[in-house]
């Protein structure tokens, strides 16, 4: 399977905890974006990657997110000292920039803070 | 705060029927418009997309109507099937500004087609 990748697909953890995402995207794909997605709403621009650096970060990211993408391949997401409302789909999407420019999204992984 | 609004909310048609899903836009710095369809517990997966300088652009069931001057889009799906019932947005992909480089999706729109 040649698409992107998300791990785990479900992470459910105590309020508090720490939690890691992985995304691996498409193997030529130089773009990795971050959304967040809660129940019956659109994703929401949460960072994004060219290559290693990271460009931008949305407003909705508070300091205890933090993405990395260390060489430029695959990309981790993490929140640290988790709260309830950070219960939802978290979706990582690629794409080539300078050409083909559509995004090609994961399966998301569905985080519940309990 | 850039924006695409998406209407209708939920949308139920007939087997063999048309459905209409229309967006809004407020900048006019983006410069790509993708439709993404999503099923439940599944990531969105694009659909169909248009550049601002085409009007309509088709592919099988699924076509695209773009206005410029208005900042409106459509999605047409023709001859709607069960197994097109699933959730549907529409995104912008921002050519400058605050939204360059990323994708602002539409609230969304579930489609239950009826057999």
């Known amino acids: 399977d040649t698409g992107v990748s998300q791990d785990p697909r479900h992470k459910i953890t105590k309020r508090g905890q720490n939690v890691t995402f992985r995304c691996d995207p498409i193997?030529?794909?130089?773009?990795l974006y971050w959304y967040r997605q809660t129940l019956g709403q659109g994703p929401e621009f949460l960072t994004y990657?060219?290559?290693?650096?990271?460009?931008?970060k949305s407003r909705l990211l508070s300091d205890r997110f933090s993405a990395e993408r260390p060489k430029g391949s695959f990309s981790t997401l993490e929140i640290q000292r988790t709260e309830q409302g950070d219960s939802a789909m978290y979706l990582c999407?690629?794409?080539?920039?300078?050409?083909?420019?559509?995004?090609?999204f994961g399966q998301g992984t569905r985080l519940t803070v309990v | 705060q850039q924006q695409v609004k998406q209407s209708p909310q939920s949308l139920i048609v007939q087997k063999g029927g048309i459905s209409i899903i229309n967006c809004a836009y407020e900048?006019?710095?983006?410069?790509?418009f993708p439709w993404y369809q999503q099923f439940p517990g599944k990531g969105p997966a694009l659909l169909i997309a248009?550049?601002?300088?085409?009007s309509e652009k088709k592919e099988g069931r699924f076509t695209i109507s773009f206005n410029k001057s208005a900042k409106q889009f459509s999605l047409h799906i023709m001859d709607s099937q069960p197994g097109d019932s699933a959730t549907y947005f529409c995104?912008?992909?921002?050519?400058?500004?605050?939204?360059?480089?990323?994708?602002?999706f539409g609230q969304g729109t579930i489609l239950t087609v009826h057999p």
């Open positions: 999407a690629s794409s080539l920039w300078g050409g083909n420019t559509e995004a090609f």
């Open positions: 193997s030529e794909h130089n773009r």
């Open positions: 990657f060219q290559n290693e650096a990271q460009l931008e």
């Open positions: 900048n006019t710095a983006f410069d790509y």
């Open positions: 248009i550049r601002p300088d085409v």
């Open positions: 995104a912008a992909l921002g050519s400058g500004g605050t939204s360059y480089g990323k994708l602002t």
